[in-house]
């Protein structure tokens, strides 16, 4: 059996310390060995047990959907969520795909009443989380009150040692200089990425004793507790979906400043507030961040994998002219943390996509031949089951979101996500299924050569049209278009998948070839 461990931890604080990550890691690849199963990934994650919105959750159920794994370990229940609900359309979801939920610390048999007390011990995580927070935001105001640094705000910050007898800040003479320098170096004019890559390249440890990150020194340069002034309940997290992907992102918003709590005197100035100011003014200044603004649009961003790293491909203008995609992690950022791929010119990746999409829409007959292949008559009897079988998941995810968007738990953004996430899952098993109808009652039955020429008909004019509008943006989302790119000396090569949609999307047909024309000599 292949299996898959889970691990998360609340903080990234948590995740850059990496000990209760590797003591559930390490339980749960026992947990494994002891039964004989092959652990295929190992997911870490960093977030709230409260939100199924985590990167490494969302990694986790893509790889199962997939078909990667057959059971997930987690160390135990709040591992994976705090929320009673959220445990259940996981625990639907797995079924769904065919893998079994296993606990370290706790065992439950597939029944009812082992579901019922998942269920309830997920419930009781979930009331204990809100007891929790209550108890200690109302302890860290009465600190913060009595001119004590409240543990959450900072206790561990580069350049203090923390004095628990006073509950303040005690400057840090081996770091202090460290600091004064990133203000100074990026008040004269210098990068966030540039100061990260020095501090690096000289081996300076950062707090934890590992690698500097840009965001690490962006933090730095905004925290005015290093001009001396400490305040609690400056800021709050919020989690909002972005209406443009759907997706949930964190942000931090400034509380209004009759909620601020400061602690005088809680810790000492290490750069002057004049240089502290002179990086603010900097960091906000509108011409910095509009030269940071990208001049061309790139349709393909997002769209574009990385075969090196399976990272997002983004847009890369290079002097000021030249178009490129290139790895996220790739070129950029700091210089330990990089991506070995190279760039692939923009213009002759994107003229490659649109050759190879309006050449297989303009032979509908070779995607129909492909689907002769594929016929209802010569599907196993296990697709059958398997596709019932997601069925009958995917009908309880639905009642279960429903229920929770009626309980006011998710919003409206949320559930028209989730809602099309569960129609274009539907929608494979659905086709499953008619064509095994059909197939009992008309033999051969296949699409209709000229109804189905009449789409791929429309779609190529709808790429020509975008084409010609500078977009291609409409065509990659209503396709579903995905290139996998590698990139090396000899040129770029890549696979291309997309879907054709077909009599109000009743039908989808795969594409899937390599598009071996990409590395042409012009993508060099």
């Known amino acids: ?145 009595g001119g004590r640094i409240p543990q959450a705000t900072g206790r561990g910050m580069y350049g203090y040692h923390y004095d628990p007898g006073t509950g303040r800040r005690v400057i840090n003479d081996e770091q202090a200089p460290v600091v004064r320098r990133v203000f100074e170096n990026f008040a004269a004019g210098g990068s966030i990425i540039g100061i990260t890559n020095a501090l690096n390249e000289e081996a300076i440890p950062a707090y934890t004793g590992g690698k500097w990150s840009a965001w690490t020194v962006k933090n730095m340069l905004r925290n005015p507790g290093y001009a001396g002034r400490t305040i609690y309940r400056r800021t709050k997290t919020r989690h909002r979906r972005d209406p443009s992907t759907g997706r949930r992102r964190r942000v931090v918003e400034v509380r209004d400043p009759s909620e601020w709590i400061e602690i005088p005197d809680a810790t000492p100035a290490i750069v002057p507030q004049q240089l502290f100011d002179a990086v603010q003014t900097r960091l906000l200044d509108p011409e910095r961040r509009s030269a940071a603004k990208r001049k061309y649009d790139y349709p393909l961003g997002g769209v574009v994998r990385c075969s090196h790293c399976h990272s997002a491909m983004v847009g890369q203008t290079s002097l000021g002219k030249y178009r490129y995609y290139r790895c996220r992690r790739a070129y950029a950022g700091p210089r330990h943390d990089r991506c070995p791929a190279k760039y692939v010119k923009a213009s002759a990746l994107e003229d490659a996509v649109v050759r190879e999409v309006t050449g297989v829409l303009s032979a509908p007959e070779m995607v129909l031949a492909e689907l002769d292949h594929a016929s209802a008559a010569d599907r196993p009897d296990g697709d059958v089951v ?110 291309l998948k997309g879907v054709i949609p077909h009599d109000l999307d009743r039908f989808g047909g795969k594409i899937s070839h390599h598009c071996t024309n990409i590395g042409m000599t012009t993508c060099t």
């Open 1 to 145: 059996m292949k299996a898959i461990i889970y691990s998360r931890v609340s903080t990234d604080a948590q995740e850059r310390d990496g000990t209760s990550l590797d003591t559930q890691e390490r339980a749960c690849a026992e947990f494994a060995a002891e039964r004989g199963w092959q652990v295929v990934r190992r997911i870490r994650d960093a977030g709230s047990g409260a939100s199924l919105d985590r990167e490494g959750l969302g990694e986790l159920r893509a790889a199962l959907r997939q078909g990667e794994a057959t059971a997930v370990v987690a160390y135990a229940v709040d591992r994976l969520s705090r929320s009673q609900n959220h445990i259940g359309i996981l625990f639907d979801e797995f079924e769904g795909a065919g893998a079994t939920l296993e606990f370290v610390t706790e065992r439950f048999e597939d029944t009812a009443v082992g579901r019922f007390i998942l269920a309830a011990r997920a419930f009781i995580a979930e009331v204990e989380r809100e007891k929790i927070a209550e108890r200690t935001t109302r302890g860290k105001e009465e600190r913060a009150r």
């Open 386 to 495: 398997a596709a019932r079988t997601l069925l009958t998941s995917l009908d309880k995810q639905r009642e279960r979101l429903l229920r929770l968007y009626q309980l006011g738990e998710v919003d409206d953004a949320y559930l028209q996500k989730e809602l099309s996430v569960i129609r274009t899952r539907r929608s494979p098993a659905e086709n499953t299924l008619a064509q095994v109808k059909d197939a009992a009652h008309t033999p051969q039955a296949r699409l209709d050569p000229d109804d189905f020429a009449a789409t791929c008909k429309v779609l190529k004019e709808e790429v020509l049209a975008e084409v010609d509008a500078g977009r291609l943006d409409g065509v990659a989302q209503g396709m579903q278009l995905a290139v996998e790119i590698q990139r090396t000396d000899e040129g770029a090569s890549g696979l």
